[in-house]
C-alpha cells in the first residue's frame, strides 16, 4: 500500500507538472557551455527534466543473448518550492527497467515512482548517484553499478568504461529543433563493459556483455508540432558508436533530426538533419494496446546504411503507472550486406498516442 501510495503521489505531480511554470522558470541550455566531468555526471536539479539511460546486450554462459534496460528520471515540476515542508514534492523521480529474453518472448518491465526526499528517493549532484528505494545507478570508482530487484527479475550489474564519454551535438548541446531553445545538454558512454548477475523468477546466472549509457537534461518540452521520435544508439563492431534520431510531425514526418558517429579512432562526426533517414521495413502491431511499429527500420547516418532488426518483436513498455506513456523500447542488431556492424537499442516513442513531455 505504501508503494501504491507514493506511486500515485509522483504521478499525479507529474500530471500537475505538466500544466505548471514556463521553461523561463528553469536553467536555460546555452551555447558555449562545456560540460565537466564527473560534475556534469550527476544531477542537475535546476533543469526540468533530465534521464540517464542505460541499455545493453548481455550474454549468458550458453551464449544466448538477452537486451537490458535501466533508465531513471528526475523532472523539476516548480511547484511549492517556497513551501518549508519536507513532504513537498520540489523533485521527482521515476524509473524504468526491461529485460528482454527472446526465450521468454515478450518484455519482462517494472518501474517506479517517488517525491525526493527521507532518504527514499534522491538524484544527487557532482557524481551519477540515483535511487529509488532498492534501485539504483551509482558511480564506483571508473564506472557504474546498477542494482534493480523488479518483480520478474533482478539485475547485479557492474559498468566499466573502455572509452571516453561521446559529446553530442556541438560538444555537448544536441539542437532538438529549428528554434535555438529547442535543445539539451547529453553526452554518452558507449562500450561499456559489463559483468554481473541476472536473475529471472529466481533462477541467477553469470552475464557479460556490452552496454550504452545516455545522460540528458534540459527545460524543455517536445514541440507542439512534434508527435514522438526515433532514436537509436549502437556500439558499432571493431570499437566506436552511433547514435541517430528523428523527431517525428503529427504527420508522421521528420520535424527534426541529427546524430553523431564516432569512429574507433576517436574521431567524431556530427550530422545533420538531411544526413538522417529512418525508413520502415517491418511493423509489429501490439495485442495489448493496438498500436503498430516499425520494429525493423533501414537507416541512413551519414555514409553509414544499416538494416536494424529487432532481438524479438514484442519489446513494448506500458509506464502508465509512472511517466504515463507507452512506447517500444528494444534491443536491435544492426546489419549491412547481411554483415554484422553493430549492437544496440531502439526506442520508438508517440506510435500509441502522441507523445506529451
Same mark, same amino acid.
Given at each position: 500500500?505504501?508503494?501504491?501510495?507514493?506511486?500515485?503521489?509522483?504521478?499525479?505531480?507529474?500530471?500537475?507538472?505538466?500544466?505548471?511554470?514556463?521553461?523561463?522558470?528553469?536553467?536555460?541550455?546555452?551555447?558555449?557551455?562545456?560540460?565537466?566531468?564527473?560534475?556534469?555526471?550527476?544531477?542537475?536539479?535546476?533543469?526540468?527534466?533530465?534521464?540517464?539511460?542505460?541499455?545493453?546486450?548481455?550474454?549468458?554462459?550458453?551464449?544466448?543473448?538477452?537486451?537490458?534496460?535501466?533508465?531513471?528520471?528526475?523532472?523539476?515540476?516548480?511547484?511549492?518550492?517556497?513551501?518549508?515542508?519536507?513532504?513537498?514534492?520540489?523533485?521527482?523521480?521515476?524509473?524504468?527497467?526491461?529485460?528482454?529474453?527472446?526465450?521468454?518472448?515478450?518484455?519482462?518491465?517494472?518501474?517506479?515512482?517517488?517525491?525526493?526526499?527521507?532518504?527514499?528517493?534522491?538524484?544527487?549532484?557532482?557524481?551519477?548517484?540515483?535511487?529509488?528505494?532498492?534501485?539504483?545507478?551509482?558511480?564506483?570508482?571508473?564506472?557504474?553499478?546498477?542494482?534493480?530487484?523488479?518483480?520478474?527479475?533482478?539485475?547485479?550489474? %557492474?559498468?566499466?568504461?573502455?572509452?571516453?564519454?561521446?559529446?553530442?551535438? %556541438?560538444?555537448?548541446?544536441?539542437?532538438?529543433?529549428?528554434?535555438?531553445?529547442?535543445?539539451?545538454?547529453?553526452?554518452?558512454?558507449?562500450?561499456?563493459?559489463?559483468?554481473?548477475?541476472?536473475?529471472?523468477?529466481?533462477?541467477?546466472?553469470?552475464?557479460?556483455?556490452?552496454?550504452?549509457?545516455?545522460?540528458?537534461?534540459?527545460?524543455?518540452?517536445?514541440?507542439?508540432?512534434?508527435?514522438?521520435?526515433?532514436?537509436?544508439?549502437?556500439?558499432?563492431?571493431?570499437?566506436?558508436?552511433?547514435?541517430?534520431?528523428?523527431?517525428?510531425?503529427?504527420?508522421?514526418?521528420?520535424?527534426?533530426?541529427?546524430?553523431?558517429?564516432?569512429?574507433?579512432?576517436?574521431?567524431?562526426?556530427?550530422?545533420?538533419?538531411?544526413?538522417?533517414?529512418?525508413?520502415?521495413?517491418?511493423?509489429?502491431?501490439?495485442?495489448?494496446?493496438?498500436? %503498430?511499429?516499425?520494429?525493423?527500420?533501414?537507416?541512413?547516418?551519414?555514409?553509414?546504411?544499416?538494416?536494424?532488426?529487432?532481438?524479438?518483436?514484442?519489446?513494448?513498455?506500458?509506464?502508465?503507472?509512472?511517466?504515463?506513456?507507452?512506447?517500444?523500447?528494444?534491443?536491435?542488431?544492426?546489419?549491412?550486406?547481411?554483415?554484422?556492424?553493430?549492437?544496440?537499442?531502439?526506442?520508438?516513442?508517440?506510435?500509441?498516442?502522441?507523445?506529451?513531455?
Amino acid at each position: 500500500m505504501r508503494a501504491r501510495l507514493a506511486l500515485l503521489s509522483a504521478t499525479i505531480c507529474f500530471a500537475l507538472a505538466s500544466v505548471a511554470a514556463p521553461a523561463q522558470d528553469y536553467a536555460q541550455v546555452r551555447p558555449g557551455v562545456a560540460l565537466q566531468f564527473p560534475q556534469d555526471q550527476g544531477s542537475h536539479p535546476q533543469f526540468r527534466t533530465e534521464w540517464w539511460y542505460l541499455t545493453g546486450w548481455l550474454k549468458k554462459a550458453d551464449g544466448s543473448e538477452l537486451g537490458m534496460q535501466i533508465t531513471f528520471f528526475r523532472n523539476r515540476p516548480l511547484l511549492a518550492e517556497s513551501n518549508p515542508s519536507k513532504f513537498a514534492p520540489r523533485q521527482l523521480l521515476f524509473a524504468h527497467a526491461a529485460l528482454a529474453d527472446a526465450n521468454i518472448g515478450r518484455l519482462l518491465h517494472d518501474q517506479r515512482a517517488a517525491r525526493a526526499g527521507f532518504g527514499l528517493a534522491e538524484a544527487r549532484e557532482g557524481r551519477t548517484d540515483v535511487w529509488i528505494d532498492d534501485w539504483s545507478l551509482q558511480q564506483t570508482g571508473s564506472g557504474y553499478s546498477a542494482r534493480i530487484a523488479a518483480r520478474d527479475f533482478a539485475y547485479a550489474l %557492474e559498468f566499466e568504461p573502455t572509452e571516453a564519454p561521446f559529446l553530442q551535438g %556541438e560538444r555537448g548541446l544536441s539542437r532538438k529543433g529549428p528554434h535555438p531553445s529547442q535543445a539539451s545538454y547529453y553526452y554518452s558512454q558507449p562500450q561499456l563493459a559489463v559483468s554481473g548477475t541476472v536473475t529471472v523468477k529466481g533462477e541467477q546466472f553469470a552475464v557479460s556483455g556490452s552496454a550504452w549509457l545516455d545522460h540528458e537534461w534540459s527545460s524543455e518540452y517536445l514541440a507542439g508540432e512534434a508527435a514522438g521520435w526515433d532514436w537509436v544508439g549502437l556500439n558499432l563492431t571493431g570499437g566506436g558508436a552511433l547514435m541517430a534520431f528523428r523527431i517525428r510531425d503529427q504527420r508522421g514526418g521528420t520535424y527534426w533530426a541529427g546524430g553523431s558517429v564516432r569512429s574507433a579512432d576517436g574521431r567524431v562526426r556530427v550530422l545533420k538533419p538531411d544526413e538522417v533517414q529512418f525508413e520502415a521495413e517491418r511493423r509489429w502491431r501490439s495485442p495489448r494496446t493496438g498500436a %503498430e511499429y516499425p520494429v525493423a527500420m533501414r537507416l541512413r547516418a551519414g555514409d553509414l546504411e544499416l538494416e536494424l532488426a529487432p532481438l524479438m518483436d514484442d519489446q513494448e513498455l506500458d509506464s502508465r503507472a509512472s511517466t504515463g506513456t507507452i512506447y517500444w523500447e528494444g534491443a536491435v542488431r544492426a546489419r549491412a550486406a547481411g554483415k554484422l556492424q553493430g549492437q544496440g537499442y531502439l526506442e520508438l516513442t508517440g506510435y500509441w498516442k502522441p507523445l506529451k513531455l
